[in-house]
């Protein structure tokens, strides 16, 4: 097991204070004891206390344990002692007691009877689980078809003087009918309630997408397999990554990491990761989760470096989820071909036609300015077409590595703007 460049040790930090704090823990002048194995990284960290603070590491999982007092995970010890590994400040070493009785206790947690992929334990209670739940999501697509019969009846006027107590009571019954993709829309179109003079037209468009998956919900069985596979997905329903690992498509390429985008909130921490095959030109998304406060898994790759491995795509119209395998060090890349900023937008509709509900798509966009665009930025190409940078997004460090000239931007685009992930000056990866 090689140490970890300081870049994936940032990563695992909860928040911005925890990675300064952690990057203040750096210094070997503070630890004792240090050592590194195949199973773990640990040292004493002498702290404002007598006794210094037992600090392990278990970079497979990742997994920490530290003495200190700290709710955060991982703590400031955790990020200064990976920081030491990933600089070559640790060397290796016999584990002591207190590390391998730690390490040994989760080996033996993580046993469990094996399982042949995509196994179910009992298939008759799963079936019987499955069917009541398609009953529960069956009446709430149904309660929900009439209040939208109702809206249109009723029009819109004076809609925002009850949406918040209409949109919360809709997405809580969406949740009890184990709908959650469906209560998440009601939820965007709450967001949009009144934001603007332009909310009305907003709110029409959300609702017109919750009543097309209503609508294709009633019609799952006269729909193509893929595009039904989209509807449940976009419902909620999820497919077990055993079963994607066995039965999804696999491609085989090196993939290109096009950037990432990570998005916390008070319950979860959801890390978006785009790829594109080098040779195939196929696109690929990694979702990744944790439960906030929690570590996300490290990188594959940075962004601007080919991931050598097999994509496993989930089911779908527009397969762009997908999990995986890699099967060889990373690589280095050269700066990626992309779009103008009419191809962009055309391949954008394109994917629109096959998945209605899409949100989000990577696009890379070559030989771009950043140039001020009203209130906001927006990246402008040769022909003086450009796409909007969506708004709150910084545009300064893209401006400062420009510096005026054409540079290679790679980004996710969604209905509201662009949102900036990577840029190439030259050769050269810069993350934003």
């Known amino acids: 097991m090689g140490p970890w460049d300081v870049e994936q040790v940032l990563g695992l930090a909860p928040d911005s204070a925890s990675a300064k704090a952690g990057q203040s823990q750096a210094r070997p002048e503070k630890w004792s004891g240090t050592g590194a194995s195949d199973r773990a990284v640990w040292g004493l960290c002498q702290g404002s206390g007598k006794t210094p603070y037992q600090t392990t590491v278990d970079p497979s999982g990742p997994a920490y344990k530290c003495s200190c007092p700290s709710r955060k995970f991982p703590c400031k010890h955790a990020l200064g002692l990976l920081l030491l590994w990933a600089t070559g400040a640790v060397q290796g070493g016999d584990e002591p007691e207190w590390v391998s009785s730690w390490v040994d206790q989760r080996a033996a947690r993580a046993e469990r009877p094996e399982r042949k992929p995509g196994e179910v334990a009992d298939p008759l209670a799963a079936q019987q689980r499955a069917s009541r739940r398609a009953d529960r999501v069956s009446a709430g697509m149904a309660e929900l078809s009439s209040w939208l019969d109702d809206q249109v009846r009723q029009g819109l006027g004076g809609f925002d003087q009850r949406a918040y107590t209409e949109l919360s009571r809709l997405a809580a019954r969406m949740v009890d009918a184990q709908a959650p993709g469906v209560a998440g829309a009601v ?84 890390r978006r990761v785009w790829l594109r095959g080098a040779t195939t030109g196929r696109l690929g998304l990694i979702l990744t989760f944790a439960a906030a406060g929690r570590p996300l898994d490290p990188l594959p790759a940075r962004p601007g470096e080919y991931v050598p491995g ?8 527009l397969p762009m989820r997908a999990l995986l395998t890699q099967t060889a060090p990373r690589l280095p890349a050269p700066k990626p071909t992309g779009f103008t900023a009419r191809q962009a937008l055309a391949s954008y509709v394109e994917s629109v036609a096959a998945d209605p509900w899409n949100e989000r798509w990577p696009l890379v966009l070559q030989d771009v300015r950043p140039a001020q665009y009203g209130e906001g ?13 969506l708004p709150g997004v910084d545009p300064w460090k893209l401006l400062a590595v420009s510096a005026g000239g054409p540079v290679t931007v790679a980004g996710e685009w969604n209905r509201a703007g662009f949102r900036p992930m990577t840029c190439w000056h030259g050769d050269r990866p810069v993350i934003l």
Do not use: M
Request: net charge negative.
């Open 187 to 270: 939820r965007r179109a709450a967001g949009v309630v009144g934001r603007g003079h332009g909310w009305p037209g907003e709110l029409l468009e959300e609702l017109s997408l919750i009543h097309l998956i209503v609508s294709a919900h009633g019609r799952l069985a006269d729909l193509p397999p893929s595009l039904a596979d989209t509807v449940q997905s976009r419902i909620g329903w999820t497919v077990e990554t055993a079963r994607v690992l066995v039965e999804g498509e696999k491609v085989e390429d090196d993939w290109l990491v096009l950037g990432r985008v990570v998005e916390p909130d008070d319950r979860l921490t959801v």
């Open 310 to 317: 097999a994509l496993s795509y989930y089911p779908g119209a």
């Open 377 to 389: 930025w927006a990246l402008v190409d040769d022909a003086g077409d450009g796409l909007e940078i």
